[in-house]
């Protein structure tokens, strides 16, 4: 059964720094693409950012770029996001997804609050 | 990266078929044929239900298909049931390697 699971977020200061982690199970981890994906709360959907296979590409959307970092250890089936300088409308349920057919697994999410 | 356009509610009786549409612009959805549909029940993750289109992921349920036509791609649920009323999110993959998703649309059952 593939599994995501999602940690690391919390409650944080503007201007702070939170890494999440994905850990997963399942599947093979290094064939497959991988996206983090966010939910502000009472809000739509936002794509954040994704990474290939063997980190050689990632992409991230325009709001977070300088600002947000996505990696892998496929040795440790696991994906990341390293959020620095976060602001409020950085608060949001962020989930990791695997890229399949679409978008076609994804985790529970976890919270991250921004705020003073 | 603007969002897509989604109805913001859609509704329909038991037994009924509803279509929601999902407009972008030429580096999406026209660009596309990755085109998916995500249903999302209040407090759980997203789950896909269409992908290319209208391809359906094995044990989600021939009522959702999907179509596009130009800047537009539709979900149509036929067949309305208690457990469809749920909120739907439409995507694409862009020419940027990047995906985007539509504003949702809150399914409900009258």
Redesign the interface.
């Given at each position: 059964e593939v599994q995501l699971v999602e940690s690391g977020g919390g409650l944080v200061q503007p201007g702070g720094s939170l890494r999440l982690s994905c850990a997963t199970s399942g599947f093979i981890f290094s064939n497959f693409w991988m996206?983090w994906?966010r939910q502000a709360p009472g809000r739509?959907?936002?794509?954040v950012a994704?990474i290939k296979q063997d980190g050689s590409?990632k992409?991230?959307?325009?709001s977070v770029m300088g600002r947000f970092t996505i990696s892998r250890d496929n040795a440790k089936n696991s994906l990341y996001l390293q959020m620095d300088s976060l602001r409020v409308e950085d608060t949001a349920l962020y989930?990791c997804a695997r890229e399949g057919?679409?978008?076609?697994s994804?985790?529970?999410?976890t919270l991250v609050n921004v705020s003073s | 990266q603007s969002a897509l356009t989604q109805p913001a509610s859609v509704s329909g009786s038991l037994g009924q078929s509803i279509t929601i549409s999902c407009t972008g612009t030429s580096t999406d959805i026209s660009g596309s044929n990755f085109i998916s549909w995500y249903q999302q029940h209040p407090g759980k993750a997203p789950k896909l239900m269409l992908y290319d289109v209208s391809n359906r992921p094995s044990g989600v349920s021939n009522r959702f298909s999907g179509s596009k036509s130009g800047n537009t791609a539709s979900l149509i649920i036929s067949g309305l049931q208690a457990e469809d009323e749920a909120d739907y999110y439409c995507s694409s993959y862009t020419r940027r390697n990047t995906y985007v998703f539509g504003t949702g649309t809150k399914v409900t059952i009258l």
């Open positions: 996206t994906v739509g959907l936002e794509w994704n590409e992409s991230y959307v325009d989930f057919r679409d978008l076609d994804w985790g529970q999410g | -």
